[in-house]
């Protein structure tokens, strides 16, 4: 995570970029059985580009990074995939 965009990298192969200006909203999403959060990053079309696990090192940071940005941030609960694939 930078001031200019969002990196994640799958098992070293696989990478996802997105740029900060085309990130419309981040969802917080707790599920009510599981300790971990699901942290989702949503472009200008409202799909989900990148999600994200608790799990993971400094995943709070693009939480307070959107808040510093002025991006829309949603803390909602039990969301099916289906939901959060798309706003």
């Known amino acids: 995570v930078t001031e200019q965009y969002i990196y994640k990298n799958y098992w070293g192969m696989f990478s996802r970029r997105i ?3 085309n990130v419309s909203c981040i969802r917080v999403i707790e599920k009510t059985d599981e ?3 699901i ?3 949503y472009n200008d079309d409202g799909k989900c580009v990148i999600d994200l696990n608790t799990d993971m090192e400094n995943v709070w940071y693009v939480v307070k990074m959107a808040e510093a940005k002025n991006i829309t941030v949603k803390h909602e ?3 099916s995939l289906k939901q959060i ?3």
């Open 77 to 79: 609960k039990d969301l």
């Open 85 to 87: 694939s798309h706003l």
């Open 19 to 21: 740029e900060w200006c």
């Open 35 to 37: 300790k971990s959060v």
């Open 39 to 41: 942290i989702a990053i």
